[in-house]
């Protein structure tokens, strides 16, 4: 309750200036204009993207892939996925269902600024391909003395 | 093969208080593929993040129920930015019909796509039937 007192006035203000960079980082899923890149839900391969201090995961969810077709390319803070994942269609055969993407696909991915070009590993397994980038070391902050 | 819908499953648990609280277990659905030939079917699913020890296939007559728990490995204390996946769990069930060979049922695994291929029972294969001209 107490601290609430040094928020009179501007207060309002003050909030929703906070929650908007937090929201910043979270790519529109506040109602306000989504990042410049982001698309729409269910196009594939579905992506997470975890970070901490020190790194930036992102997982492609991409089952049945082939490591071959696939293209990974950071610039700055721009990552491409570009890729091919077959599911063809069998001539001879009657579908009931055909839910599984078939062809190729591109993501491009807008991570963090302080994430480190030159130090990016990449993995796939069991259908998921994990790309870990590590962030660059922030300055750490000065200590100021009082006299 | 029909679809039976076992999407999401309330799971009930009892809270500190000891108020009985409805906590969806939110399931993914894993798309597929399903097609027939003369031979029988074939059920191709997605579950990205499965192996096969954390994967179930179970059949009995009527029913192919597949469950599948992927693992995905994070970091300690990681912050999530996007998620367009939002839990580990897949499921998904199928009636089966009667014709197929529930016995001979045939499963692999790779890559997070699982294949099941469903013979048909031998003596409902189709046979061609000759026409004789008079």
New interface residues.
């Given amino acids: 309750m107490f601290a609430d007192l040094t928020n009179f006035g501007g207060g309002l203000f003050d909030e929703l200036r906070r929650l908007q960079d937090e929201m910043e980082?979270?790519?529109g899923r506040w109602p306000m204009p989504a990042g410049i890149r982001s698309v729409a839900?269910g196009t594939y391969?579905?992506?997470?993207?975890?970070?901490?201090p020190?790194?930036?995961?992102v997982?492609l969810?991409?089952?049945?892939?082939d490591p071959k077709t696939l293209d990974i390319s950071l610039q700055q803070n721009l990552l491409t996925v570009s890729g091919e994942r077959q599911?063809p269609v069998?001539e001879?055969?009657?579908?009931?269902?055909?839910?599984?993407?078939d062809g190729p696909f591109r993501r491009l991915i807008t991570l963090?600024e302080d994430v480190d070009p030159d130090r990016v590993e990449a993995n796939?397994r069991?259908?998921?391909l994990?790309i870990h980038i590590k962030r660059r070391e922030a300055t750490k902050p000065r200590q100021i003395e009082v006299k | 093969m029909a679809e039976t819908n076992t999407e999401r499953k309330d799971v009930k648990q009892t809270g500190t208080s000891g108020v009985q609280q409805r906590e969806p277990e939110v399931v993914l659905r894993p798309p597929v593929d399903i097609y027939e030939d003369a031979d029988g079917i074939t059920l191709m699913a997605d579950m990205p993040g499965v192996s096969r020890d954390r994967l179930t296939i179970e059949v009995d007559k009527d029913m192919l129920l597949v469950e599948g728990d992927a693992r995905i490995d994070m970091s300690e204390g990681m912050e999530a930015l996007h998620a367009d996946v939002r839990s580990t769990r897949y499921r998904r069930s199928f009636a089966l019909s009667g014709e197929l060979e529930t016995g001979h049922i045939d499963a692999s695994l790779k890559d997070g796509v699982l294949s099941v291929r469903i013979p048909r029972r031998a003596e409902v294969r189709p046979r061609k039937i000759e026409v004789r001209a008079e």
């Fill in positions: 980082g979270l790519y839900r391969p579905p992506i997470n993207i975890g970070a901490t020190e790194q930036v995961d997982y969810f991409a089952a049945g892939l599911a069998r001879e055969a009657n579908y009931y269902r055909k839910e599984r993407f963090p796939y069991d259908g998921v994990e």
